[in-house]
């Protein structure tokens, strides 16, 4: 199968790639059916492309590559719902905001994206945790 997306161009994919979030995504609740692919020339985004939407892809970071020590708990509801039964089941991402400016380009450290790769099932967690932000810079350091 596939999508004709509005930034990502044509993207190939199967039944086996169709990540399903039972509750939609908070501001997506209509859209249950996503797949994860690469960013183009850039290992450390991927995106997260409605396939109901076509015009609906939002872009991802590993948590890990921002905060070395990124942790939490995920709550033993959402291990039930996602189905999990190991971690190594277990890919989390959190969603970037984009900015012209790159030293204002951010990620949501506060709202991490659960996926169970086994089993194809995702959730969006919010954090009750003071120590991460909603709006966490991606680039610490001083770019010119």
């Known amino acids: 199968m596939e999508i004709v997306t509005k930034y990502h161009g044509i993207r190939e994919y199967s039944n086996e790639d169709i990540?399903?979030?039972?509750?939609?995504?908070p501001g997506f609740k209509e859209l249950k059916n996503f797949i994860v692919f690469p960013l183009e020339k850039n290992k450390v985004f991927s995106i997260l492309h409605s396939i109901e939407n076509s015009g609906v892809g939002l872009v991802?970071?590993?948590?890990?590559?921002?905060?070395?020590d990124y942790e939490f708990k995920i709550p033993d509801s959402?291990?039930?719902?996602?189905?999990?039964?190991?971690?190594e089941e277990v890919l989390v991402l959190t969603t970037v905001t984009l900015?012209?400016?790159?030293?204002?380009?951010?990620?949501n450290l506060k709202a991490?994206?659960?996926i169970n790769i086994k089993e194809k099932l995702?959730?969006?967690?919010?954090?009750?945790?003071?120590?991460?932000?909603?709006?966490?810079p991606l680039f610490k350091v001083d770019i010119n």
């Open 78 to 87: 959402y291990i039930k719902e996602l189905q999990i039964d190991k971690p």
């Open 60 to 68: 991802l970071v590993s948590p890990f590559t921002i905060v070395n």
């Open 122 to 136: 995702g959730e969006q967690l919010i954090l009750d945790n003071d120590k991460y932000k909603i709006k966490e």
């Open 19 to 25: 990540i399903v979030f039972k509750k939609g995504l």
């Open 112 to 114: 991490p994206i659960i």
């Open 99 to 107: 900015n012209s400016n790159i030293k204002n380009m951010t990620t």
